[in-house]
């Protein structure tokens, strides 16, 4: 059966949409690489295709085998995981890679986020959180961290500038509507788009395009660094304001 080049671009975008996630697992500590990969053996859209317990033993494969999500696994010190991740990005731009550590720490997410993490995972998160992540960092559209460290860096001066005043690099962007800056104080809170959509009654695809928008009007590429242009810039109600409820 033959098939017009259009409807042979279709079928073939069909079944490329429906292939698994080709992840790489990289830590050096084999228990916690055991149980995560469980985790992601256990999911249906995932597929691991490569695990080393170094980035320098892993890097040739995950060049060959087209790993597109990179999770890796940090501790101390954290120069030895920014180095791998600016590694990663020279020679894998492609690829996003998701940290995954035990140490709750803004100044160490702030290196990490800089470093180009698409993802700060817990050690005590459980699988739901691994798996979103995964899939978040594969779409390239957000970064998912804990809300907390996002502020502790913004709290912390980690996004100032380099004579400790807040004011320089200030990125320019376009004025904000009024939906537009309700939206933008919601994501500020971290919770999910869901949650937002429902607690102001529009669909949750409206949400999302409201949050692009914010997102391209604040001169960022994600989420995360849009809350961190907005603080730079002011933009945000001042704490003890009506927030809304946390995500489920």
């Known amino acids: 059966m033959s098939h017009s080049r259009g409807e042979t671009k279709y079928l073939e975008s069909t079944r490329l949409s429906k292939q698994a ?141 380099s004579n400790g005043n807040t004011e320089e690099g200030v990125p320019s962007f376009s004025r904000l509507t009024t939906r537009e800056q309700e939206i933008l104080n919601f994501m500020a809170t971290g919770v999910a788009y869901r949650t937002i959509a429902e607690t102001l009654f529009l669909a949750e695809s409206t949400v999302k395009k409201y949050a692009h928008t914010v997102i391209t009007k604040l001169g960022a590429s994600n989420r995360a660094t849009a809350v961190l242009n907005a603080h730079r810039l002011n933009l945000l109600e001042e704490e003890g304001s009506e927030t809304p409820p946390p995500a489920p």
């Open 21 to 161: 996630i080709r992840v790489g697992l990289i830590d050096a500590h084999p228990i916690v690489r055991a149980g995560l990969k469980a985790v992601l053996e256990k999911e249906k859209g995932l597929d691991l295709v490569t695990e080393s317990q170094s980035l320098a033993r892993a890097i040739t494969e995950i060049q060959s085998k087209k790993v597109e999500v990179v999770i890796l696994g940090v501790r101390e010190p954290v120069s030895q995981a920014v180095f791998d991740l600016k590694e990663l990005g020279t020679r894998c731009p492609e690829v996003a890679p998701v940290v995954f550590t035990n140490l709750r720490s803004a100044p160490c997410f702030s290196r990490l986020l800089m470093a180009g993490a698409r993802a700060y995972l817990l050690t005590e998160y459980g699988r739901d959180e691994v798996v979103d992540a995964v899939l978040s960092a594969r779409r390239g559209r957000t970064i998912k961290a804990p809300i907390d460290l996002v502020l502790g860096m913004i709290r912390g001066g980690a996004i100032a500038g």
